[in-house]
């Protein structure tokens, strides 16, 4: 069965310091997983994929498939990236996203 | 990006009333788009799966005679929430695939009054 899990429902920070999301995946092939980032009032959106291998925004995730993670880090947070974050993987092109269930990103100033 | 709307965002109705939701890929097509439900403080849950011209294919424990979809052209997927109960209300998002990535709609938020 396909799962995600976010084990920190809110994680606060303050700015400047590094920032750790964590997100732990059980899938029996070989998943895509991604970034989702919700901010106030706005539309869920992509924030990166593994298979991009880029980071966005100053956030970077690698895929670990030995710990079956995928962890979001940032090393300097900024009061701008307060936002929900969802991690979510897929099993393959076009099939549907399992998400967990979002951890909420306070950076205080 | 590409951009998916959804209409209406929001939705007041009566128990017993149908309520209609659309999906719609403003700048591309797309032959599947997804249909999630979002309970409060929770994370989003696959309803169903629709596909263009075909039948949607629901997830387990999805009522598909209460939820709706339909998937007439490749801009537009509806979903129907039938014979609304309180218990139906909760925030409503559509996802659309443009075929490298899934983008979504801003969501629909219906209480069932």
């Keep these: 069965a396909q799962r995600v899990t976010q084990p920190e429902k809110l994680l606060s920070v303050f700015k400047g ?3 750790e999301l964590k997100c732990n995946y059980s899938y029996s092939g070989s998943p895509e997983l991604f ?3 919700q901010y106030s009032r706005q539309r869920l959106q992509l924030l990166l994929r ?6 966005i925004k100053g ?3 690698d895929l670990n498939k030995g710990e079956t993670s995928f962890h979001l880090k940032k090393p300097f947070a900024q009061e701008e990236d307060s936002a929900m974050y969802y991690c979510a993987l897929a099993g393959g092109l076009g099939t549907p996203l399992v998400f967990g269930k979002g951890t909420r990103l306070s950076v205080i100033a | 990006g590409a951009v998916v709307s959804q209409h209406p965002s929001r939705v007041i109705c009566k128990s017993g009333t149908s309520v209609k939701i659309e999906c719609r890929s403003l700048d591309f097509q797309a032959t599947t788009m997804f249909w999630y439900r979002q309970f409060p403080k929770q994370s989003l849950m696959l309803m169903a799966t629709s596909n ?3 039948k949607a294919t629901y997830e387990q424990g999805v009522e598909k005679d209460k939820f709706l979809i339909n998937h007439a052209s490749l801009t537009l997927s509806t979903l129907t929430v039938t014979s609304a109960h309180p218990e139906d209300s909760s925030f409503y998002i559509c996802s659309a695939f443009t075929g490298t990535e899934a983008f979504f709609g ?3 938020r219906l209480t069932v009054v």
């Design chain 1, 17 to 19: 310091a590094p920032v």
């Design chain 1, 35 to 37: 970034w989702y980032v």
């Design chain 1, 50 to 55: 593994h298979i991009s291998r880029e980071s």
């Design chain 1, 59 to 61: 956030f970077t995730a």
């Design chain 2, 52 to 54: 263009e011209g075909s």
């Design chain 2, 106 to 108: 801003q969501g629909t």
